[in-house]
């Protein structure tokens, strides 16, 4: 069975830089798409970013465009997600997922699996 292994979260203050990573372990995935959302206490799971199998195609959340960048090594079978200029409300546990699409998408129930996350902190 498919598994995702996420590592890189952290303490961070204000202003700095994390880069999280996502491995992919057993057998092959039939999906095209991989993402991260995140989740902080007491609010739902949101997209932030994710992108297709050609590393072309790309979607993110209005609250991190111009600050992260996902990115994809198929070869290692590996997704990242590097975080630039971090504000105190990019604290949240942070999740890789893959989807079956081909496209994309930015709803939690359009992806299968998932990692069991890495905890993001960022002081002000």
């Known amino acids: 069975q498919v598994q995702l292994v996420e590592s890189g979260g952290g303490l961070v203050q204000a202003g700095g830089s994390l880069r999280l990573s996502c491995v992919t372990s057993?057998?092959?995935?039939?999906?095209?798409?991989m993402g991260w959302f995140r989740q902080a206490p007491g609010k739902e799971r949101e997209f932030v970013a994710a992108r297709d199998w050609s590393g072309v195609v790309a979607d993110y959340a209005d609250s991190v465009k111009g600050r992260f960048t996902i990115s994809r090594d198929n070869t290692n079978r590996a997704v990242y997600l590097q975080m630039n200029s971090l504000k105190p409300e990019d604290t949240a546990v942070y999740y890789c997922?893959?989807?079956?699409?081909?496209?994309?998408?930015?709803?939690?129930?359009?992806?299968?699996?998932w990692g069991q996350g890495t905890q993001v902190t960022v002081s002000s």
């Open positions: 997922a893959a989807s079956s699409a081909v496209v994309p998408g930015h709803k939690v129930h359009e992806y299968s699996i």
């Open positions: 057993g057998r092959t995935f039939g999906g095209s798409v």
